[in-house]
Every structure is written in structure tokens, then in C-alpha cells.
């Protein structure tokens, strides 16, 4: 790779990584934001979405058929996007390569389309303690503190005791036996929880830590996310 090939890839790296560009398109961004105005009108907003799973449907409908059929322990999800590019990969960079300016990004992505009641606390998706010591980052948790200073809404804590395999390969119903008893609570939790996530694929995840709060004694719990995956895994 010659000398100009190396500068031009810098260059782009740059772009992505600082303040001043788009991160989608690495035009100028808008003043104090991270995207220019077209790439924000074009990006996989979730407009039309089940109420309670927010997973995209094709017609308007309350509820999509998996909720209306086997409804999961939360009670509504704000998934602003679908998990389709450039989120994708702005997701990527964040989970797996701990990047600051694209949970940023996510963050703020987050908070143009918040819930309409944000309840009484924001909770994580925990980790547990082997894997958190192997990945050496939460991107559930560092999303839930910037937005808890954002929204002003306090943070509570569970605990996963449970060291679940990958989900990545499972399908709905796998997942959910797959995280059967995985969170605890220490600490009774507030009245309206609201997890925080980046991704919802299935609700599994979210199922399980919602179930966890109310046997500890919440009477509510909600999912606010940056994305949706379409079309959950059967």
C-alpha cells in the first residue's frame, strides 16, 4: 500500500473519529451534532413498529403477532431505528471496539426519539462478572449513564448470575430458555424501570431482566433501545 493510500485512509479514519464531520457520510455535520442533515433524513428510522416489542411491521397494528400471542414481561419498547446500515455499523464500532464518539452518536440518536415517560429509574443489561472481565466494557451500562445525566433519571442495578452461551446463534425461543433465571435484583427496584439497551433482536434479553425486576417488585418495566433488529428470529 503506497504512501497516498495510507494518508487517504488516515484521513477518513480522522473524519469518522472527530467532531466537525458527519459520521455517515464525512461531509460537515451539522453545528454541535454528529450527522449532516441528509444522512439524518435517510437513516432506518422505525417509524412503524409493535408498541410493546418494537420490532418493524408492514401494517399499522398495535401489537405485532409474537406479542399478541406470547407477550413478553415489558410492557412497551422505543427502538427510534432498525438495526440496518449505517447503524450497523456504528453499533459495531461501539460494542466491539469501545468507541466513545459512536456511543455518542447512539446517545443522541436515543434522545431525538425518546419514550414518552421515561419512569422511575434507567437499568442496564448486566453482565456477568467472567464475561465483563473477558469484554472489559458494557456498552448497556456506558448508554444508560450518559443518558441518565442527559434525561436526569437515576440508575438502578441488577445482577446477571447466570453465564449464558452466545446468543448470537439461537433462535426466539432458544434465547429465552437460554436466559432463564440469568438477573437478580439486590435491592427492590423502583415502581417504572426502563432498561437500556443498543440493540433489541428478539426481546429475549430484555424478557428476562423485565421478569427479574418485577418478581423484586416493580410494577412496570420498559425498553428504551437505538435500534430494532426487523424481523426477529422464530
Not at 451539522?30 to 418493524?56: D, F, I, M, S, V
Not at 468507541?99 to 426519539?113: H, N, Q, V, Y
Not at 449464558?164 to 433465571?181: I, K
Request: with cysteine.
Amino acid at each position: 500500500m503506497d504512501l497516498k493510500h495510507w494518508r487517504q485512509r488516515g484521513s477518513h479514519w480522522l473524519k469518522q473519529a472527530m467532531p466537525g464531520y458527519c459520521a455517515f457520510c464525512l461531509a460537515p455535520a451539522l453545528a454541535g451534532q454528529g450527522w449532516c442533515l441528509a444522512c439524518l433524513k435517510t437513516l432506518p428510522w422505525n417509524r412503524q413498529a409493535c408498541r410493546q416489542c418494537g420490532e418493524p411491521v408492514s401494517h399499522e397494528t398495535p401489537l405485532c403477532g409474537h406479542c399478541l400471542i406470547e407477550p413478553p414481561a415489558f410492557s412497551a419498547t422505543q427502538a427510534g431505528l432498525r438495526y440496518l446500515e449505517p447503524i450497523k455499523e456504528l453499533v459495531h464500532d461501539f460494542k466491539f471496539h469501545a468507541s466513545p464518539r459512536a456511543g455518542t452518536l447512539l446517545a443522541e440518536l436515543m434522545l431525538i426519539t425518546p419514550p414518552t415517560d421515561l419512569g422511575d429509574a434507567l437499568l442496564s443489561v448486566p453482565m456477568h462478572p467472567a464475561h465483563a472481565r473477558t469484554r472489559g466494557f458494557n456498552q448497556s451500562h456506558w448508554l444508560a449513564e450518559k443518558l441518565s445525566r442527559q434525561v436526569d433519571v437515576p440508575l438502578v442495578s441488577a445482577k446477571r448470575i447466570k453465564d449464558s452461551p452466545s446468543q448470537r446463534t439461537l433462535n426466539r425461543r432458544q434465547r429465552a430458555a437460554n436466559l432463564a433465571g440469568a438477573f437478580v435484583f439486590e435491592a427492590t427496584p423502583p415502581a417504572h424501570v426502563l432498561i437500556i439497551d443498543d440493540v433489541v433482536t428478539t426481546g429475549s434479553t430484555g424478557h428476562a431482566l423485565a421478569q427479574a425486576a418485577l418478581d423484586a417488585g416493580a410494577e412496570r418495566v420498559d425498553i428504551w433501545a437505538a435500534a430494532r433488529t426487523p424481523l426477529g428470529k422464530d
